[in-house]
């Protein structure tokens, strides 16, 4: 079945300690996007991909970047880990959207990562 | 299996009309219900609910949660051609130690003129 991975399901680093996490798709999808998602508040986005163009949310801190390899790998690096950035973080991956049109499409996520922070 | 079933997949509609979003979820030790639009660009956040029967508003847009027969209404009324866009719907689970967001396929509404 076509879907959204996430890799590691659980992480634990150290405070300081770069981490990487991934996300692949088997749906061809043109756009992926990161989330961020600590307890009791809704997820919130940290930046996406529109094929190789990156957008990245205006207050989404420099700690962390992203890369996209190919259509089907997204990365999120965390530089430097503080206590504070321990969350769940979501892959979500989406056909898009084009110029003139009204056609919109729906996400699609993945299991989510839970990081921890010691 | 957990689940969040949104009704309907589309719905076209004039402006002016109001518009009704279901959803509608299965899900073990439920946490709180969330409403997402997405436009042409990024999603965004409309509301986070966890209480049964409190209303939240925000503009001509407004959501109720009734946790006794697990549902969820996004109402929009006066409805404009910038409304137009995917809505999600996704619950919140705590699974043991952990939780899960269970996202639903969206309602693509469009707005003609």
């Known amino acids: 079945d076509a879907m959204v991975i996430q890799n590691p399901r659980y992480q634990v680093t150290q405070f300081g300690k770069p981490v990487t996490l991934s996300c692949s798709q088997t749906?061809?999808?043109?756009?992926m996007y990161w989330y961020q998602q600590k307890s009791s508040q809704a997820p919130k986005l940290l930046f996406h991909?529109?094929?190789?163009?990156?957008?990245n949310e205006a207050d989404t801190p420099d700690n962390f970047q992203s890369r996209r390899p190919n259509t089907s790998f997204c990365f999120l690096d965390i530089r430097s880990p503080g206590l504070g950035d321990a969350a769940m973080y979501l892959c979500?991956?989406?056909?898009?959207?084009?110029?003139?049109?009204?056609?919109?499409?729906?996400?699609?996520f993945g299991p989510g990562t839970r990081l921890t922070v010691t | 299996e957990d689940k969040v079933v949104q009704s309907p997949l589309s719905l076209v509609v004039h402006e002016g009309d109001t518009v009704t979003l279901n959803c509608s979820y299965e899900?073990?030790?439920?946490?709180?219900l969330l409403w997402y639009k997405q436009e042409k660009k990024a999603p965004t956040f409309l509301f986070m609910l966890?209480?049964s029967g409190i209303e939240k508003k925000s503009g001509r847009l407004s959501s109720i949660l009734d946790k006794k027969e697990l549902f969820s209404i996004l109402n929009i009324t006066a409805t404009q051609t910038g409304d137009s866009a995917v809505y999600l719907c996704?619950?919140?689970?705590?699974?043991?130690?952990?939780?899960?967001?269970?996202w639903g396929a969206g309602t693509k509404l469009i707005i003609k003129p």
């Open positions: 979500a991956t989406s056909r898009g959207w084009g110029g003139s049109s009204s056609f919109i499409y729906e996400q699609y």
């Open positions: 749906l061809n999808h043109n756009v």
């Open positions: 991909y529109y094929d190789k163009d990156f957008n």
């Open positions: 899900v073990t030790n439920f946490r709180s």
């Open positions: 966890t209480s």
């Open positions: 996704a619950v919140e689970a705590d699974m043991d130690s952990n939780y899960q967001l269970i």
